[in-house]
């Protein structure tokens, strides 16, 4: 997640109401959920972000279970889990 100086020209892109609970080893794409509205959002690189992208973390957890159950591929490596 790149630091609260770095911002964009309209002002911080960071909402204070966004808590992150997913991202991948270098922190520059992940889900945060949105703790006013309780939806889920993601974030990724070269200033993607979207907002409302699951309408709960429920309902991002019923995604994330599905696709595991249908992916193909996925191995345990170092204590994570990995998939395509």
């Known amino acids: 997640m790149p630091a609260p100086e770095e911002a964009n020209p309209d ?5 204070p109401r966004w808590l992150p609970f997913a991202a991948d080893d270098d922190w520059t794409c992940g889900f945060f959920i949105d703790t006013g ?9 070269y200033g993607h972000l979207a907002t409302d992208v699951f309408p709960s973390l429920a309902a991002f957890f019923e995604y994330a279970l599905t696709d595991l159950r249908t992916s193909t591929t996925w191995t345990l490596l170092d204590d994570r889990l990995i998939y395509e």
């Not at 002002?11 to 909402?15: A, C, M």
């Not at 509205?37 to 690189?45: C, F, I, L, S």
């Open 37 to 45: 509205d309780h939806t889920v959002g993601e974030w990724g690189d």
């Open 11 to 15: 002002g911080p892109w960071w909402n």
